[in-house]
């Protein structure tokens, strides 16, 4: 049994390490690369190539917002369509009839177009804008307000927590501790 199992095991290893055979009709079925060069010349090139920028999008499509992943399938996009709510979607969704999401970068996106790529970038804006550098005194004011109303519920929220933990016997009530002496006593 053993020279029998030893005898396969060299069949099995002599095939796992002999060179790929390929026969003729698989050779004939794949094309080389220079009847593609040859055929590129008669009907220019692929528009699915990824070398060519594609064209900008003729849909009223507003990009808002891009989700660029180190998985490129798990990238993904904001968008608004025709002014409508703006939704999310992810590569190969479906935006409209004929129309999916298929790249995401940093700065615009690439749709499929029944078969033909094209790009949307953020919008533009029309006038400069300037950014102040010192916030409005409304805001200031309000974010004044918001912080002191953050502090106020955590204070809640902490003294909420102690009861609790007293309550429960895993903490000591609190007692009058006398301040520290200070130096010149």
């Known amino acids: 049994m053993s020279v029998s199992l030893a ?3 060299m069949d099995w290893l002599r095939l796992v390490r002999a060179p790929l055979h390929t026969d003729s009709a698989t050779a ?7 009847v593609g060069q040859r055929l590129q010349h008669l009907f220019g ?10 064209p900008a999008t003729s849909m009223r499509l507003t990009l808002l917002g891009s989700f660029v992943h ?5 990238s993904s996009a904001i968008l608004s369509l025709d002014g409508g709510a703006a939704r999310r979607f992810g590569i ?3 935006i409209s009839d ?6 995401v970068h940093a700065d615009h996106i690439e749709l499929m177009r029944n078969g033909r790529r094209e790009s949307l970038a953020f ?10 550098e010192t ?30 933990m007293e309550a429960s016997g895993t903490l000591e009530p609190e007692t009058d501790t006398p301040e520290p002496p200070t130096e010149s006593e």
């Open 70 to 74: 180190a998985d490129p399938a798990r």
């Open 28 to 34: 004939v079925d794949q094309p080389s690369p220079v």
């Open 98 to 103: 004929g129309v999916r999401l298929h790249a």
């Open 92 to 94: 190969d969704s479906e």
């Open 7 to 9: 005898w396969q095991t």
């Open 135 to 164: 916030p409005a005194p409304d805001a200031v004011d309000q974010l004044s307000e918001l912080e002191a109303g953050n502090i106020e519920q955590l204070r809640e929220r902490m003294d909420a927590l102690r009861q609790q």
């Open 45 to 54: 090139a692929s528009l699915l190539s990824g070398d060519a920028p594609a």
């Open 123 to 132: 919008p533009r804006s029309q006038s400069p804008t300037h950014v102040p």
